[in-house]
């Protein structure tokens, strides 16, 4: 599950990049900050998947030494193999163009200027940023086998930790992206 997800969660947030350049001619450009688009994996999205490799389990130890059999389904690849990566795969593709058109329809009717203009390219990217973090962090907690406070509080803390950092990178001069 842990390779799986991390494929999963770099779809969410790189192919809205690939489906937007439909609507862009194929220019190029890209919908996030290099600033943000570093920190997805590094900021806002590494606690909970490291919270469910470290205290997630899917059996006690002691029935894992009383029945070793348990492991055999992984041997037999039945935990990774061809078609699981290509369910992951099609999932995140479709859950990418959903974000993505969904967030490309919204801004285009509701964030017009009083010249006529929709917002900027990177509204948008920080609109769509703004549905990866949760949707990449909510995917844990679907797949996890145990529930903890611990994972639930780490899930609900990065998320809350990306809202909360978007007034303070606003006050980076530098970043352009947060503001607006």
């Not at 690939?18 to 997805?40: E, H, P, T």
């Not at 919204?106 to 006529?116: A, C, K, L, P, R």
């Not at 900027?120 to 973090?133: A, H, K, P, Q, R």
Request: glycine letters at 4%.
């Amino acid at each position: 599950k842990l390779i799986l997800y991390n494929f999963f969660k770099n779809m969410i947030l790189v192919l809205p990049q690939f489906w937007w350049s439909f609507n862009n001619g194929l220019s190029g450009i890209s919908l996030y900050d290099s600033f943000v688009l570093q920190s997805f994996n590094l900021l806002y999205t590494s606690l909970p998947i490291i919270t469910f490799a470290l205290f997630d389990k899917e059996y006690d130890e002691r029935v894992l030494v009383k029945k070793p059999r348990l492991y055999i389904q992984g041997m037999k690849g039945k935990l990774f193999n061809k078609t699981l990566f290509g369910v992951w795969v099609m999932w995140g593709a479709i859950q990418a163009c959903a974000i993505t058109y969904l967030c490309v329809f919204v801004i285009s009717v509701n964030f017009v200027t009083s010249d006529g203009f929709t917002q900027e390219i990177f509204m948008l990217g920080f609109v769509i940023f703004s549905f990866d973090v949760p949707v990449s962090n909510f995917k844990v907690l679907l797949f996890s086998n145990t529930h903890s406070v611990l994972s639930l509080g780490i899930n609900a803390i990065s998320n809350l930790f990306y809202i909360i950092s978007i007034p303070v990178f606003s006050a980076i001069s530098s970043i352009a992206y947060y503001k607006f």
